[in-house]
C-alpha cells in the first residue's frame, strides 16, 4: 500500500454517528447539527440549553431524548467531551502551557481543570503529560478507555472497534523513507487523530509495545517503491488490516485495542519481531466527521 491507497470503506468508531445513524430522519438532522454544536464550541461559554435552542428543540425535549439516545445527560456529555479535548490538547501541543490548555478547553482556570481531572481521571494534567514520556501504551489507554462514550454496562469506542471489519492480507515489502525518529522529538505530535497532520506513515517494533513511550522507536515518514538510503524495510508478509475513521484519542486507541483483541479471538500468531503500519490519511474536509486511518499488525508466516 501506498501513501496514494485510501482505504474505500473504512468503519466508524465514533459514537455519535453510530447512535444518529438510528434515528428517525426527521429528529436526525437537529440532533446532528446539536452535537457538532457542542463538540465544536467546546472552549467557548456556550450551555447546552442554548445549543437546544439554536436547533430548534426544546431544551425539555432535548435533554430527555438525548439522555435516552446516548446514556448521558447533555451536560455529562459536553463535560466528558471537554475532558477529552483538553487530553488531547495536553498531549498534542506540548507547548502549551497547562493554563493556556485549560482555557482554551472551556475552563475557568488550570485548577479548575485539574478539580475535574482528578475526580474523573484520578490523575492531574502534568501526570497525562509525563504518561507521554515515562508511560506505557498500556497506562495510556487506560486513561483514554475512562473517556469512553457510555452505552450501559459497555463502552461505545471499545464496542464499535470489537465490530470493525478485519482482513488479513498479504503485502509486499516496503521502504519508509523516514522523516523522523519520533522517540528523538515529541510522541505527542505524531500518535492522535484529533489534529490533521496530514498523510503519514509510522511504524515501530511490536516487541517494544510493552516499553515506555521515550524507549519506543517509533519512526515516521512516507513509503517509497525502492531502497534509498536511510529508509527502512517493512518486510512482505501477512499483516491483519482494519481501516476506519476515528475524532478522538479514544476512537485512536480503540482501533488498536480493537485489532489485538481480534487476532487473539481468532487464534492469529502475531509476529513479535515485526513492525506495526500506522498510515494517517489526513482529515476529511469537515473535521467533526473524522480522521481516516490504516492500521496493520504483523502476522506469523
Not at 475512562?146 to 464496542?159: C, S
Request: net charge negative.
Amino acid at each position: 500500500m501506498t501513501m496514494d491507497d485510501k482505504p474505500v470503506a473504512p468503519y466508524h468508531i465514533i459514537p455519535e454517528v453510530a447512535v444518529l445513524d438510528d434515528m428517525p430522519v426527521q429528529f436526525r438532522a437537529r440532533f446532528e447539527k446539536a452535537v457538532k454544536l457542542m463538540y465544536t464550541l467546546l472552549g467557548e461559554a456556550v450551555t447546552w440549553e442554548q445549543i437546544a435552542e439554536q436547533c430548534s428543540i426544546s431544551p425539555f425535549h432535548f435533554h430527555r431524548q438525548f439522555t435516552q439516545l446516548f446514556c448521558e445527560t447533555p451536560g455529562q456529555y459536553v463535560s466528558r467531551m471537554r475532558i477529552q479535548f483538553a487530553v488531547e490538547l495536553l498531549i498534542e501541543k506540548p507547548r502549551l502551557s497547562v493554563t493556556d490548555v485549560a482555557h482554551v478547553a472551556g475552563y475557568s482556570s488550570s485548577q479548575a481543570m485539574a478539580k475535574v481531572f482528578k475526580r474523573v481521571l484520578t490523575v492531574t494534567p502534568k501526570k497525562i503529560r509525563q504518561l507521554m514520556q515515562s508511560g506505557t501504551p498500556e497506562q495510556m489507554s487506560n486513561l483514554l478507555s475512562k473517556l469512553a462514550a457510555p452505552e450501559n454496562k459497555e463502552t461505545q469506542e471499545y464496542q464499535l472497534a470489537s465490530k470493525a471489519n478485519y482482513e488479513v492480507n498479504f503485502i509486499p515489502a516496503r521502504f519508509l523513507k523516514k522523516e523522523m525518529c519520533v522517540s528523538e522529538h515529541a510522541v505527542e505530535d505524531y500518535m492522535f487523530a484529533t489534529e490533521d497532520v496530514g498523510t503519514y506513515v509510522s511504524v515501530l517494533p511490536l516487541h517494544q509495545l510493552e516499553n515506555a513511550w521515550t524507549d519506543i522507536d517509533v519512526s515516521v515518514g512516507n513509503f517509497l517503491n525502492h531502497s534509498e538510503s536511510d529508509t527502512i524495510l517493512v518486510p512482505e508478509g501477512q499483516y491483519l488490516c482494519s481501516d476506519v475513521l476515528v475524532i478522538s484519542a479514544v476512537g485512536y486507541d480503540a482501533s488498536w485495542q480493537g485489532l489485538f483483541d481480534y487476532a487473539e479471538r481468532e487464534n492469529l500468531d502475531l509476529d513479535e519481531n515485526g513492525l506495526c503500519v500506522e498510515i494517517s490519511h489526513g482529515g476529511r474536509e469537515d473535521k467533526t466527521e473524522g480522521y481516516l486511518f490504516s492500521f496493520q499488525l504483523p502476522l506469523k508466516a
